[in-house]
């Protein structure tokens, strides 16, 4: 995940003004540890900054995830939550049942996916991909009868 000062430079060299409100806002970013609802970042952000307005916020949303500071991840089970983002070519994957979500740098769909699309005669592509499975403490937790067996 970006820190304070990468969410800066990302900012910076798209030339973007960086106007007192945005700071604040990169600051309230860096506090997340993990994903959170845009409610949640509505929350934090009026907490710590009670000036900024909710058009603001939200054109500062729609900024960030232009930029890759905020990535926007589908739920299959629910409601699109955010991360800050991360440098580079990367995957999530999600926990369908605590909803953590972890970086997956290596990209493993790059080769078969270019074969894939160079026979349809495409260039210049991207992809997104996201994956979900159980994280590992709620497999343990599910052998404990807390969610059933796992389908
Ligand atoms: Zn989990
Ligand atoms: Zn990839």
Not at 78 to 93: L, N, P, Q, R
């Amino acid at each position: 995940m970006y820190t304070y000062q990468e969410m800066l430079s990302v900012l910076n060299s798209g030339g973007y003004r960086l106007t007192d409100q945005r700071l604040s806002l990169l600051r309230v970013l860096e506090t997340f540890g993990g994903s959170f609802s845009a409610l949640d970042f509505e929350k934090k952000a009026s907490e710590m900054e009670p000036s900024i307005g909710r058009a603001t916020l939200f054109r500062a949303i729609d900024l960030f995830l232009e930029r890759g500071i905020l990535e926007k991840i589908h739920r299959q089970s629910g409601d699109d939550v955010y991360i800050v983002g991360s440098k580079g070519h990367h995957h999530h994957i999600i926990c369908r049942v605590c909803g953590e979500i972890r970086d997956i740098d290596a990209c493993p769909f790059e080769r078969e996916l270019e074969e894939v699309i160079r026979k349809e005669g495409f260039s210049s592509t991207i992809h997104r991909i996201e994956i979900e499975g159980i994280c590992e403490s709620c497999q343990i937790r599910g052998t404990e009868g807390n969610y059933g067996p796992i389908a």
